[in-house]
Nanobody
Framework: QVQLVESGGGLVQAGGSLRLSCAASGRTFSTYAMGWFRQGPGKEREFVAR????????YYADSVKGRFTISRDNAKNTVYLQMNSLKPEDTAIYYC???????????????????WGQGTQVTVSS
């Protein structure tokens, strides 16, 4: 298990950008698949993006493809979500997520998540 702390949320106008960061504890961060989920007002939590432990493979929800980029720095135990061309419908609490164990795939469902961060609010105004 890893402990996760997100930062970087805030209020931005439509078309703007934000970068979220997620700092992880533990010496085994480089063996965990990582991802981001979000939960908008009145909606269920949904998958946004994921990245494999090596950083060599990424996958995105169709709604953010081409606008968001997930990356990681294993030396800093940190995963990032660069969000560009933000839309009002991107407004949500964004959660960092880690897979259930070393070298275990992180799927697009919440059931595959082993650890969650506390969440960071992103609000996009029109």
């Amino acid at each position: 298990q890893v402990q996760l702390v997100e930062s970087g949320g805030g209020l931005v106008q439509a078309g703007g950008s934000l970068r979220l960061s997620c700092a992880a504890s533990g010496r085994t961060f480089s063996t965990y698949a990582m991802g981001w989920f979000r939960q908008g007002p009145g909606k269920e939590r949904e998958f946004v993006a994921r990245i494999k432990w090596s950083g060599g493979s990424t996958y995105y929800a169709d709604s953010v493809k081409g606008r968001f980029t997930i990356s990681r720095d294993n030396a800093k135990n940190t995963v990032y979500l660069q969000m560009n061309s933000l839309k009002p419908e991107d407004t949500a609490i964004y959660y960092c997520a880690a897979g259930r164990g070393p070298y275990m795939v992180l799927l697009t469902t919440a059931g595959s998540v082993g650890s969650w961060g506390q969440g960071t609010q992103v609000t996009v105004s029109s």
